[in-house]
């Protein structure tokens, strides 16, 4: 009874704002928040759950690593364990997934693939994507970005932007991009 009490507290209180040094976010956003500017993997918590920190210890025998396959009986088990835990987190509908397809075929998926392969051997850097030193303000790379959110976005979240760990991600985006946008354009000009 009083473990139910402490764990029920716990949750309640890791779910709460906290003002001042908090700015209104709550442990758990704060912990989310974390993971995400420091490039920490949000994983970790559920690893712990799944691996060992917050199940029964498990006695294996000889020859047997612990590791779970597809055909282990213990996987589907550890599936509905891990969604009955994680089901509080998760309090409407499943969204249906729109529906997509690749926008090349074969042969225009090699030339993306080739390019994009080249442009980065030669760090190749498009412009009008907000990648050059001079379309950035200031003319240095974003330290923070700023997320809008709440009622008509009265809360604002700023995300660290480390240039080391996000320029690097946003220049082969803008690589891809730009090839991707030349190949469509070149498709649609040879259906005219």
């Not at 970790?44 to 799944?50: A, E, F, I």
């Not at 282990?72 to 891990?82: A, R, S």
């Not at 499943?94 to 760090?123: G, M, Y």
């Amino acid at each position: 009874m009083i473990n139910h009490d402490c764990t029920q507290f716990q949750i309640q209180w890791n779910a709460h704002p906290i003002s001042g040094a908090g700015h209104d976010r709550s442990p758990n956003d704060m912990f989310l928040l974390g993971g995400l500017e420091n490039g920490a993997s949000i994983q970790t918590s559920l690893q712990s759950y799944v691996y060992g920190t917050h199940r029964n210890v498990m006695q294996r025998g000889d020859g047997e690593t612990g590791q779970l396959d597809d055909e282990d009986e213990d996987w589907e088990d550890m599936i509905d364990e891990v969604e009955a835990a994680n089901a509080h987190h998760f309090h409407h509908e499943s969204v249906p997934v729109p529906k997509h397809q690749n926008p090349f075929d074969d042969e225009d998926f090699a030339t993306f693939d080739a390019a994009l392969h080249e442009a980065n051997r030669v760090h190749l850097i498009p412009p009008v994507y907000g990648l050059l030193r001079e379309e950035w303000e200031g003319e240095m790379y974003p330290a923070f970005e700023i997320i809008k959110s709440g009622r008509k976005g009265s809360k604002e979240l700023r995300v660290a932007l480390p240039d080391s760990i996000w320029r690097p991600r946003a220049e082969l985006l803008g690589r891809a991009l730009a090839f991707m946008d030349r190949l469509t354009y070149m498709d649609e000009d040879s259906e005219e």
